[in-house]
């Protein structure tokens, strides 16, 4: 694809790319192929920079940035895959693992989880820490969609889809810290939202199976993000992408 | 529109008010004392004298922090033209004694005689605290008398807006909230940047437990807050300014509040500030109970309206920061140095402290020592100077075993450090960090890993929940903390506190989270021991076979 | 109380002739003050955090009801009001109850032993910190640093500072404020005002 913006050279784990001006490093590293993990990060969605598992090194930097939110530059020495990196993204995979109750045999999305091939992809085999074990009940409310708490991370990429794409900002975060929850409306079972089209782009951008179609079985449920990104593309630079290109 | 306020004219009429009684009694009304009882001291010292029949011999002057706290409630006996007493522990009874004996008959009350003449208030330098104990903070022409608004008046009438940046770069005062960024960076940074509409934010969110030194600028002396804010703004193009204060600080606010309004009648602010072009409008923003909302992205959402959250940075708030404008936050004891700054000169301002820490550095010095306080300090002086003269050393015949600077981001330094400098440098270097002036003490009767467990615990309820590392991190680090603290840990569990510590470090996106594990790291590494005598035998010898 | 509200609430719909300051719609005038500072604010959105203040300051506590109003006044999406009210540690959503029993749990109040405080009165009345008993006579609240370390421990009851407490003379000052007459519960002054 030709594209009249101006390039810099940069390397990936040693290897030399050229990169647009004023790109992402996450943006970059997608379109040239070098893998770096990203649960929060969805294209032509806001960035949020929480999952923190797309953290890079620079150089000798011992400060590690996000790739989403970092801009390349000429001669920009980016590690996406050493030992360090490494051991933080899958101390932060047991972090998301311990937090909430992610059981793959009995989920919808088992075999579909972005969770499940991060989890695959950092050597994740078992979780040192204690799990908590969370109390959260199931909002099958919906006629259309259900939603599982027990298996949301919090990424806030329906949040953002609701608010930005859609524009109307069901959902939202409640609470804080570890008690930090995903809410419809104040709170309310999302099948009394009255604010809710029932677009299901929510639905399409979970990474998990945390939101799902109502009645899908274990490892039934496809997302659709591709579809939200095409979207997002064709409303910002009027480009329609075939769904199959995209993601 | 009103008259611009003449500062001489002001000045010269509340020198001439002060000489008419023979007795000033200054009477501390500031958070601390009125907790300790300051506001029926305040009442009985003004009803003796009336009783006494000697209105016009004394006035009582409610003022801000003396100091020393732990004596509280503080009073100074001024006689004109002469010396000068202070009295601690001022109860009703006490206050009518002074009025009585000190005022009527000339005889000091020995029993409550507060000696000005120890470390605790010959070792210390007031700049930002310079009013505390002399003004009344409610009234405007105190702060006038005293100089103030002649760094504004200087500094829009007589300086360029360049000139007034360069000043504070070339003075090398660096943020006082901890971080130890150099402010004449900052300002030139707003300086530069473009925008419809520019804004400095006075951060006044102290939330570090233990620490109140933000507060008593806020409450004791708001002018002075007000006037540091009037020059930033001057020299940045800002004509919106925020202050935004915590809501555990409703007198902070009130104060803030009224003296906003006497300023604007003033025309110190408001359109055309005293007959110049320079327009400015201060308003005061609450929190609502956020400990991250200290951090400044997350402050900016607060201001906003919205969930107290850190953003990314890059874009950092000077090119994108309030509703999209370039914006920088200052924190309140920073802004409370400019006025000096510029009255006295950079060259004067890096003459106190250390090259690279200039100035003086506010603590709230509190925790096992003789005297609990807040203190004013060149930067530079010895962490024992401050525990040793100036705190009055550990009392009940323990001995010292650690100062804990920078609250929940900070660390624990233990004794044989106690030789180092305060600053900014020396701090991180030993593990623990200036932070914005918390200095808590611990004896030996301290536990360290419940200290670590009681940070880790507040970072945890503190923690804004976005991202994955500070989030569910600190739970887990909390978690593994109490176990190690009911003997239940084993080997295996230090390691994976370490590496937990670091992932938390590295990772989070905010410095809460990367701070967080700091009080947990600086006691690991100088009392560790403590944590592995928490290992019961048994568990050490599974984990090591 | 209640038939003039009814009276009134009667001509309220359309009516030219009533004032804004007249009563509230609702029939609850404590709306009333929160219309005054949404009007002040000129129902500017970044005034969340201030409304809510405003609405706590009133009812005493948060509820459904007032989020709605607010997140409607506001022309703000429902659950970001609820998102920035839960957000906030000093927004609360129960009712207090009649006495307070707020322990500083600042560093120097720690080292202090605040926590042994706040074990053992929550132990006494079987309640755990930010809770209030099931009869309503008392809330346990802990607070970050009131900042008169110098006292430390500090606890307030009632809004009454006590310094260099320990466990027990908390309970003993609990007991006599709690056999003394209830304290006024907050925003009861408003409800039996001029309705």
Known sequence: MRDARPSVTVTFDGEEYDAFAGESVMDAARRLGVPIPSLCYLEGLSLYGGCRVCVVQIAEDHRLRPACATTVAQDMEIKTDTPLLRAHRKAIIEMLFAEGNHVCAVCVSNGKCELQDMAVATGMD?????????????????????????????????????????????????????????????????????????????????????????GKAVGEMQHHANVVIRLATARTKGQWLDPEEVG | MAAVIDLH??????????????????????????????????????????????????????????????????????????????????????????????????????????????????????VVLANGGVIDPDRIEGYVAHGGYEALRKAITEMAPEQVVEEIRSSGLRGRGGAGYPTGNKWALLAKAEGDQKYVVANG????????????????????????????????????????????????VERLDRAIRV?????????????????LDVEVRIGAGAFVCGEETALLASIEGRRGTPRLRPPYPTERGLWGQPTMINNVETLANVPTIINKGAEWFSS??????????????????????????????????????????????????????????????????????????SLRQLGSIMGSGGLIVMDDTQSMPDVAKFFMEFCMD???????????????IHTLLDRIGNGDAVWADLRHLEQLCATVRDTSLCGLGQSAPNPVLSTLQYFGKEYEELLSDEKKEVADA | ???????????????????????????????????????????????????????????????????????????????????????????????????TCTVCTGTACFVKGADDIVAQVGEAFSIGAGDTTADGTLTLKTARCLGSCGLAPVVLLDGAVHGRENADEVLAALTRIMEAEPAEPVGAAAEGGEG
């Open chain 1, 126 to 214: 078992h979780v040192r820490f204690d799990y908590q074990a969370p109390q959260r009940e199931v909002d099958a409310s919906h006629p259309k969609y259900v939603f599982d708490p027990n298996r949301c991370i919090l990424c806030t990429r329906c949040v953002r889809v609701c608010d930005e794409i859609e524009g109307a900002h069901v959902w939202d975060v409640a609470f804080r810290g570890a008690d930090a929850e995903l809410v419809a409306e104040l709170g309310k079972p999302w099948g009394e939202s009255t604010s809710c089209t029932w677009c299901g782009k929510c639905v399409a951008v979970c990474p998990t199976g945390a939101m799902a179609y109502q």
């Open chain 2, 9 to 126: 004219e002001v000045a010269d009429r509340e020198h001439e008010a002060r000489s008419r009684y023979p007795w000033r009694i200054k009477a501390c009304a500031s958070t601390a004392c009125l907790s300790a009882g300051a506001g029926a001291t305040v009442q009985a010292l003004e009803q003796t004298i009336e009783a006494a029949d000697l209105v016009l011999d004394a006035v009582v002057v409610p003022t801000g922090c003396m100091g020393l706290c732990s004596r509280g409630p503080l009073v100074r006996v001024l006689r004109r033209g002469g010396d000068e007493t202070m009295y601690q522990a001022v109860n009703k009874e006490v206050a009518i004694d002074i009025v009585r004996k000190h005022v009527r008959n000339h005889e000091i009350v020995d029993t409550n005689l507060l000696d000005t003449n120890i470390p605790f208030f010959t070792s210390q330098e007031r």
């Open chain 2, 205 to 252: 969110d102290e939330g570090d437990p233990g620490a109140y030194m933000d507060r008593t600028v806020m409450e004791d002396d708001p002018h002075r807050l007000i006037e540091g804010i009037a020059i930033a703004a001057y020299a940045t193009g800002a004509s919106k300014a925020y202050i935004y204060v915590r809501a555990e600080y409703p007198r902070a």
């Open chain 2, 263 to 279: 300023a604007r009648r003033n025309r110190l602010l408001g359109r055309r500030i005293m007959d110049t072009d320079f327009t």
């Open chain 2, 352 to 425: 106190i402290g250390t090259e690279r820490s200039p100035g003086t550095k506010v603590f709230a010095l509190a925790g096992d020592l003789v005297n609990i306080g807040l203190i004013e300090v060149p930067m530079g002086i010895t962490l024992r100077s401050i525990v040793e003269d100036i705190g009055g050393g550990i009392p009940d015949g323990r001995s010292f075993k650690a100062a804990q600077t920078g609250g929940p981001s900070g660390g624990c330094i233990p004794a044989e450090f106690l030789d180092t400098q305060v600053d900014y440098d």
């Open chain 2, 462 to 476: 503190e923690s804004c929940g976005k991202c994955v590392p500070c989030r569910a991190g600190t739970v887990q």
């Open chain 3, 1 to 99: 109380m209640t038939d003039a509200r009814t009276a009134r609430g009667s001509t309220r719909a359309g009516s030219p002739t009533r004032r804004a300051e007249d009563s509230h719609p609702s029939g609850d005038d404590r709306y009333l003050v929160i219309d005054k500072h949404l009007k002040r604010a000129r129902f500017s959105q970044d005034q969340l955090i201030e409304t809510l203040h405003v609405a706590q300051d009133v009812f005493g506590f948060l509820d459904e009801s007032i989020l709605v109003y607010v997140a409607r006044a506001l022309r703000l999406p429902p659950s970001m009001v609820y998102g920035v009210a839960t957000f906030y540690q000093l927004f609360t959503f129960d009712p207090p109850g009649d006495h």
